[in-house]
C-alpha cells in the first residue's frame, strides 16, 4: 500500500504560479512511475504530468508543456508539479497517483485507469 497526500494548493491569480508536492509512505517509493491529474466540477479527471521512478522520463499533456514541470525526490519521497503562468480554466482538484513500474523502460502511461494508487486530491482556483 502506498499512502499519497498533496499539499501546496490555493488560490492563485490567472497568470500566477503555484507547487504541489505530493508525499508518499508505506510500500517503498522506488519503482513506482508518478503521475498528475485534474478533474474539474462535472468533468473526467484528466491526466497532466507523469515522471518515471528514475526521473529520467517525463510527459506532459499538450496545454501544459512549457508551463508545467514535474519532479521528484526519491531521498525524500515526494513528486511537485510547478505550475507557472496558470489559466483560470485550470481550475480543479489536483491528484497525485502512483503507479508500479513493470520493468525498465515501462512508458509512462496518462490514463487514470493504470495507476494504482491515488491521493485525496487538493483545490487549485485561478481566479481571473
Known amino acids: 500500500q502506498v499512502h499519497l497526500v498533496e499539499s501546496g494548493g490555493g488560490l492563485v491569480h490567472a497568470g500566477g504560479s503555484l507547487r504541489l508536492s505530493c508525499a508518499a509512505s508505506?510500500?517503498?517509493?522506488?519503482?513506482?512511475?508518478m503521475g498528475w491529474f485534474r478533474q474539474a466540477p462535472g468533468k473526467e479527471r484528466d491526466f497532466v504530468a507523469a515522471?518515471?521512478?528514475?526521473?529520467?522520463?517525463?510527459s506532459y499533456t499538450n496545454s501544459v508543456k512549457g508551463r508545467f514541470t514535474i519532479s521528484r525526490d526519491n531521498t525524500k519521497n515526494t513528486v511537485d508539479l510547478l505550475m507557472n503562468n496558470l489559466k483560470p480554466e485550470e481550475a480543479a482538484v489536483y491528484y497525485c497517483?502512483?503507479?508500479?513500474?513493470?520493468?525498465?523502460?515501462?512508458?509512462?502511461?496518462?490514463?487514470?485507469?493504470?495507476?494504482?494508487?491515488w491521493g485525496q486530491g487538493i483545490q487549485v482556483t485561478v481566479s481571473s
Open positions: 497517483a502512483a503507479r508500479r513500474e513493470g520493468y525498465y523502460g515501462d512508458p509512462l502511461r496518462s490514463a487514470a485507469g493504470e495507476y494504482d494508487y
Open positions: 508505506g510500500r517503498t517509493f522506488i519503482r513506482y512511475a
Open positions: 515522471i518515471s521512478w528514475s526521473g529520467g522520463s517525463t
